[in-house]
């Protein structure tokens, strides 16, 4: 079993930035693909961003390239989230999650562990 806990959220001005955590406890002796999801309110969970086990490879959802990055210290089991120029439609639960493959991604049904989420909130 993974735990994984999300800390950084909460609430920024627009245009304003915010660094996210999500550190895995438990079985952490291998390593796992993470990736970043948000939900808003009264709408389905998205991917944002993830990186693959060795951090060689990342991802991002479009309208979020340039502005999330993502990053990971296997020595810490964390994986972080820099958002800058934030939106008042970034605001949302954001969770991290682990998988044990290295493909697909982007897709939240292939990863296993889930963390509680953290909630973000910009105002504009």
Same mark, same amino acid.
Request: glycine share 10%; with cysteine; net charge positive.
């Given at each position: ?7 950084? @959220?909460?609430?920024? #001005? *627009?245009? %304003?930035?915010? &660094?996210?955590?999500?550190? !895995?406890?438990? /079985? =952490?002796?291998? +390593?796992?693909?993470? @990736?970043?999801?948000? #939900? *808003?309110? %009264?709408?389905? &969970?998205?991917?944002?961003? !993830?990186?693959? /086990? =060795?951090?060689? +490879? ?67």
């Amino acid at each position: 079993q993974v735990q994984l806990v999300e800390s950084g @959220g909460g609430l920024v #001005q *627009a245009g %304003g930035s915010l &660094r996210l955590s999500c550190t !895995a406890s438990g /079985r =952490t002796s291998i +390593s796992y693909a993470m @990736g970043w999801f948000r #939900q *808003a309110p %009264g709408k389905e &969970r998205e991917f944002v961003a !993830a990186i693959t /086990r =060795t951090g060689t +490879s990342t991802y991002y959802t479009d309208s979020m390239k340039g502005r999330f990055t993502i990053s990971r210290d296997n020595a810490k089991n964390t994986v972080y989230l820099q958002m800058n120029t934030l939106k008042a439609e970034d605001t949302a639960v954001y969770y991290c999650a682990a998988t044990f493959g290295n493909y697909e991604l982007t897709e939240k049904q292939v990863y296993t562990y889930w963390g509680q989420g953290t909630q973000i909130t910009v105002s504009s």
